[in-house]
């Protein structure tokens, strides 16, 4: 494009371009619509206004979209002169403006350079003029570095075109996707089955962007009334591959996994330590029985009782273990990639069980049911069998110098483990100051404490994610805030509910992202082993209060 020229003043000062230029950016309001390769830079050099990059050291080139939003620029010449010179030289300037305005209008930026592709994020903005304080432009430097990756729009009309249409899902209508709104997500009318649809879109995805992108069926958010095919309106979202799958776990994540590993570890001996209560010493005992115990007794009065605690430390940690492993055997056919399991440490129970990330997007909502049910069902069929097992070698003769005496009350901790522990070791063995157990009992008790409070309904804990694949997210919110309400009242999990509740809250308390279908609904048999599971994760940590377990003989009550 030829350059445009001026025979009214020989120079023009440099604030009085800088403030143009403020002006005119300053005026535009869509910065989401840049276009990089449609930059217009407006430099002064010997009385001409050119059209070109410039770099000078107080003015930085910036872009801007000039398709739709053309402003004429207005600003007070500040004085270097006569009034008179300064308004012919604002004038002339104004002038040249206007008509480089127009031309570029009447071409509509034809060049092959104007049709670049567009780029999926606003170009850096630099400071011109005291419109901007570094502060500000910090931000922006930050906010841009920080920020996910948003679709090119560029690439948002290719889809629209390749894969949308009449005979698959004719799209109305567009709106942000994702937790900060870096995707699209496609509303509109499905034209056909579900499922078939969604596969076919899925293939034209990979044919125009590679592997790019992904696609997620989603539910449409606050549709009237459902699909007329049935089930509920369905829309498609977009999101970059790199900002919606989750990253690789990093060589720290290794080094804290095994530090809390042998944290765990340390509790699990402690728990066997502990459960052998009868045989420690007086002191140790008296230390971390009264409140009042200040002088702390020596510690190595407690080595001697290390290898008998070590069995029941096995014990949990296997059932760790077997948890992990189910998770893990059930993900692999499905490819779907777990991350290392990160144990949680609990002194009481030995642990807490562990948190296993999704490394991969679920494909399904069956998908996820099922792995998320896998790890608790193997961990609790071990559990159950240590148990029901510990619970017969107790009732052995021959077996009595394994035994461990454990105050009866204890066994008013669950009303399902207590109700069974009645049925096999009798009447006259629990309504007593304390029981002789096998240490399997305690480890199966632990194991089952444990699993229970990970399938509780909340967040992304494995009950979470269950209920979440069978029923909806809805359905998760719901169940979600009755378990808090009946965690703050200690009517789940009795005094365990309070430290369970502060470690879902601030680790686990956010639900799982959503499968790449989250739609189509999963069979009969996952909704009921899942509500299944949910009814005795309740009779596990419901316990037992002083009236029932009276009457029913689980402990040994006296004050009501």
């Given at each position: 494009?030829?350059?445009?020229?001026?025979?009214?003043?020989?120079?023009?000062?440099?604030?009085?371009?800088?403030?143009?230029?403020?002006?005119?950016?300053?005026?535009?309001?869509?910065?989401?619509?840049?276009?990089?390769?449609?930059?217009?830079?407006?430099?002064?050099?010997?009385?001409?206004?050119?059209?070109?990059?410039?770099?000078?050291?107080?003015?930085?080139?910036?872009?801007?979209?000039?398709?739709?939003?053309?402003?004429?620029?207005?600003?007070?010449?500040?004085?270097?002169?006569?009034?008179?010179?300064?308004?012919?030289?604002?004038?002339?300037?104004?002038?040249?403006?206007?008509?480089?305005?127009?031309?570029?209008?009447?071409?509509?930026?034809?060049?092959?350079?104007?049709?670049?592709?567009?780029?999926?994020?606003?170009?850096?903005?630099?400071?011109?003029?005291?419109?901007?304080?570094?502060?500000?432009?910090?931000?922006?430097?930050?906010?841009?570095?920080?920020?996910?990756?948003?679709?090119?729009?560029?690439?948002?009309?290719?889809?629209?075109?390749?894969?949308?249409?009449?005979?698959?899902?004719?799209?109305?209508?567009?709106?942000?996707?994702?937790?900060?709104?870096?995707?699209?997500?496609?509303?509109?009318?499905?034209?056909?089955?579900?499922?078939?649809?969604?596969?076919?879109?899925?293939?034209?995805?990979?044919?125009?962007?590679?592997?790019?992108?992904?696609?997620?069926?989603?539910?449409?958010?606050?549709?009237?009334?459902?699909?007329?095919?049935?089930?509920?309106?369905?829309?498609?979202?977009?999101?970059?591959?790199?900002?919606?799958?989750?990253?690789?776990?990093?060589?720290?994540?290794?080094?804290?996994?095994?530090?809390?590993?042998?944290?765990?570890?340390?509790?699990?001996v402690e728990l066997g330590i502990a459960s052998q209560i009868n045989r420690l010493p007086p002191e140790v005992v008296k230390y971390f029985t009264d409140p009042n115990a200040v002088e702390p007794p020596d510690m190595e009065l407690l080595f001697p009782f290390v290898d008998s605690a070590l069995p029941l430390a096995y014990g949990v940690l296997g059932i760790l273990l077997f948890h992990e492993v189910g998770h893990f055997l059930v993900a692999f056919p499905k490819k779907v990639k777990l991350s290392i399991p990160f144990c949680i440490p609990n002194i009481t129970l030995g642990s807490f069980g562990a948190i296993t990330q999704f490394k991969s997007i679920?494909?399904?909502?069956?998908?996820?049911?099922?792995?998320?049910?896998?790890?608790?069902?193997?961990?609790?069929?071990?559990?159950?069998?240590?148990?029901?097992?510990?619970?017969?070698?107790?009732?052995?003769?021959?077996?009595?110098?394994?035994?461990?005496?454990?105050?009866?009350?204890?066994?008013?901790?669950?009303?399902?483990?207590?109700?069974?522990?009645?049925?096999?070791?009798?009447?006259?063995?629990?309504?007593?100051?304390?029981?002789?157990?096998?240490?399997?009992?305690?480890?199966?008790?632990?194991?089952?404490?444990?699993?229970?409070?990970?399938?509780?309904?909340?967040?992304?804990?494995?009950?979470?994610?269950?209920?979440?694949?069978?029923?909806?997210?809805?359905?998760?919110?719901?169940?979600?805030?009755?378990?808090?309400?009946?965690?703050?009242?200690?009517?789940?999990?009795?005094?365990?509910?309070?430290?369970?509740?502060?470690?879902?809250?601030?680790?686990?308390?956010?639900?799982?992202?959503?499968?790449?279908?989250?739609?189509?609904?999963?069979?009969?048999?996952?909704?009921?082993?899942?509500?299944?599971?949910?009814?005795?994760?309740?009779?596990?940590?419901?316990?037992?209060?002083?009236?029932?377990?009276?009457?029913?003989?689980?402990?040994?009550?006296?004050?009501?």
């Amino acid at each position: 494009m030829g350059t445009l020229t001026s025979s009214s003043f020989s120079t023009v000062n440099l604030k009085l371009c800088s403030d143009l230029i403020v002006k005119d950016f300053r005026d535009r309001t869509q910065l989401k619509k840049w276009k990089k390769q449609s930059a217009l830079c407006f430099s002064c050099k010997g009385g001409i206004l050119k059209r070109e990059a410039c770099n000078f050291s107080k003015i930085r080139c910036f872009s801007v979209n000039n398709n739709n939003h053309h402003h004429d620029s207005e600003k007070d010449v500040v004085d270097n002169g006569s009034d008179s010179e300064n308004d012919d030289k604002y004038s002339n300037v104004k002038a040249a403006l206007s008509e480089e305005k127009e031309e570029r209008s009447s071409t509509e930026f034809g060049s092959d350079k104007a049709q670049a592709s567009v780029s999926s994020r606003p170009p850096t903005i630099s400071p011109v003029g005291p419109a901007y304080n570094n502060f500000q432009v910090d931000s922006f430097k930050l906010m841009e570095l920080l920020g996910p990756e948003k679709v090119d729009p560029a690439d948002v009309k290719l889809i629209k075109d390749k894969l949308f249409g009449y005979s698959t899902f004719w799209v109305t209508k567009e709106e942000p996707f994702g937790d900060l709104g870096e995707g699209i997500l496609f509303l509109g009318n499905l034209r056909g089955n579900r499922e078939d649809v969604f596969a076919k879109l899925l293939s034209r995805l990979a044919e125009a962007t590679g592997d790019k992108y992904n696609l997620f069926m989603v539910e449409e958010p606050n549709s009237e009334a459902p699909d007329p095919r049935g089930g509920p309106r369905v829309s498609f979202g977009l999101l970059r591959k790199e900002v919606s799958e989750p990253g690789p776990t990093t060589l720290w994540q290794y080094v804290i996994a095994l530090l809390l590993f042998l944290l765990t570890t340390g509790s699990s001996v402690e728990l066997g330590i502990a459960s052998q209560i009868n045989r420690l010493p007086p002191e140790v005992v008296k230390y971390f029985t009264d409140p009042n115990a200040v002088e702390p007794p020596d510690m190595e009065l407690l080595f001697p009782f290390v290898d008998s605690a070590l069995p029941l430390a096995y014990g949990v940690l296997g059932i760790l273990l077997f948890h992990e492993v189910g998770h893990f055997l059930v993900a692999f056919p499905k490819k779907v990639k777990l991350s290392i399991p990160f144990c949680i440490p609990n002194i009481t129970l030995g642990s807490f069980g562990a948190i296993t990330q999704f490394k991969s997007i679920i494909p399904d909502r069956s998908t996820k049911v099922d792995i998320s049910l896998a790890g608790p069902f193997a961990g609790a069929a071990l559990s159950f069998s240590m148990f029901a097992v510990g619970l017969l070698l107790s009732s052995n003769p021959a077996a009595a110098g394994d035994l461990v005496q454990v105050p009866s009350m204890l066994f008013q901790g669950s009303l399902l483990l207590g109700l069974i522990s009645r049925a096999i070791l009798g009447y006259a063995a629990l309504h007593a100051s304390t029981v002789s157990i096998h240490p399997l009992v305690i480890a199966g008790w632990c194991g089952l404490t444990t699993t229970a409070f990970n399938m509780l309904p909340v967040g992304c804990l494995d009950g979470g994610r269950a209920v979440q694949g069978a029923f909806g997210k809805g359905a998760l919110i719901g169940f979600g805030l009755t378990t808090y309400t009946l965690l703050g009242l200690g009517v789940l999990g009795g005094p365990l509910s309070l430290p369970w509740g502060i470690y879902v809250l601030i680790c686990q308390r956010a639900p799982e992202k959503p499968c790449l279908n989250d739609v189509t609904e999963v069979g009969t048999w996952r909704k009921a082993a899942v509500t299944a599971a949910i009814f005795l994760v309740a009779l596990t940590l419901l316990p037992v209060w002083d009236e029932l377990a009276e009457e029913l003989g689980i402990g040994l009550v006296s004050t009501f």
